[in-house]
């Protein structure tokens, strides 16, 4: 499975967009972009995945660019609930592999 | 109605002692795993299994043994614990092998004295 950038932390102020980078610009075109995220003590969470598309969901929305090689989740107004670690995750389409996750964005909701 | 549960939340324990922790899932899923997630936060897969079928086993001591007795319940037991086993270990569970959306339960925090 390729490998993944993400900033190590982001700040954001409640009620406004957070915008969450990923880069995987190994990604091979069986390859989707999974996301997910974890609030402090908890388990983490699936939010959403996509192969080539944009895709959005009652979460979030993600934005892949044309060539695939970097994403964005959205979260469109963020509450203080959101703040979380938010990993990006890519994996082979019928990968028969348990999700890797990486050290992840650490996105601190501000008020 | 808890999707993935795990029994105990919290486990404090002695060096050399044997712990099992539950889990049990009622999705309906194929697939179930155990990750550790240790003091510096990384989330790593130790096994998973198909249908009661052992599928992934990482690089994880002997001590550390699953067990599935239905597809619905997989449960981790730890032999002689050592002070590096304190960790959280949490459950997931996914409708098949191939799928990329995890369910996790809460997490098992065990503490090793």
């Known amino acids: 499975d390729a490998k993944t950038t993400q900033p190590t932390s982001m700040d954001c102020a409640e009620g406004r967009a957070a915008n969450l980078p990923c880069n995987h610009s190994t990604i091979s075109g069986n390859e989707y972009v999974y996301w997910y995220r974890q609030i402090h003590s908890q388990g983490p969470q699936y939010i959403i995945h996509g192969l080539k598309n944009n895709e959005t969901n009652e979460m979030a929305s993600l934005i892949i660019t044309e060539d695939r090689k970097s994403s964005t989740l959205i979260l469109p107004h963020a509450t203080l609930r959101d703040t979380a670690v938010y990993y990006c995750i890519v994996r082979v389409v019928t990968g028969r592999r348990a999700l890797t996750f990486g050290s992840g964005t650490r996105l601190q909701v501000q008020p | 109605d808890t999707a993935v549960s795990q029994t105990p939340k919290y486990l404090v324990t002695q060096m050399g002692n044997d712990k099992s922790i539950k889990c049990e899932q009622n999705?309906?899923?194929?697939?179930m795993y155990w990750y550790k997630q240790d003091s510096k936060k990384f989330l790593k897969i130790m096994f998973s299994?198909?249908?009661?079928?052992?599928?992934i086993n990482e690089t994880v001591p002997n001590r550390f043994s699953p067990k599935s007795p239905d597809k619905a319940h997989l449960n981790l037991h730890i032999n002689s614990l050592e002070l590096g086993d304190s960790a959280v270990y949490f459950c997931?569970?996914?409708?098949?092998?191939?799928?990329?959306?995890?369910?996790f339960g809460e997490g098992s925090r065990l503490t090793v004295l």
């Open positions: 299994y198909n249908n009661k079928e052992l599928i």
């Open positions: 997931a569970s996914s409708q098949a092998r191939t799928s990329g959306e995890l369910f």
């Open positions: 999705l309906g899923h194929d697939t």
